[in-house]
């Protein structure tokens, strides 16, 4: 039986095709994964009620260097969460505007209160386990208010 000399050529065809089509995913899939995903919401129970702002949660290193502050979307808080107990300053370094810093216990309860301007910095002098960073003038945050992620 005699071979087909097309056979080659349709193969090879298949080949360059599967691999377009696979090169075009992956470039769909990278442009997919660049845009962030929607904003969350937080709750603050306060002395007041409870507040609800439009936020995101930050559990991982990449996701704490990139302060409310410093990021385009259109958010009201921002909430660190730390794997362990720190007393690490905090800095509003090229920050665009104020914000309110909540330093949070393991619980997530209110220790401190501090606002900062854009390039201010301050060390907590206790530790903490999260930080609520919210935009001036939302919400009034005191010691022994609770978040709710």
Known sequence: MERN?????????????????SFLGYLLAARRLQ????????????????RILKGRLARTPEAWRLGLGLRKEPLEALLYLFPEATDAPFSAQ???FPVVVAFLDG????????RL?????????????????????????APGDQVVP
């Open 35 to 50: 845009t962030p995903p929607p904003p969350e919401t937080l709750t603050v129970l306060t002395r007041e009620g409870p």
């Open 5 to 21: 000399p097309f056979l080659s050529l349709i193969a090879f065809a298949l080949l360059v095709l599967l691999s377009v089509v």
């Open 94 to 96: 090229g920050y665009r």
């Open 117 to 141: 301007n854009p390039g201010e910095s301050v060390a907590p002098g206790t530790l903490y386990r999260g930080i609520l960073e919210v935009k001036e003038d939302l919400v009034p945050l």
């Open 107 to 114: 619980k997530n309860q209110v220790l401190k209160v501090v």
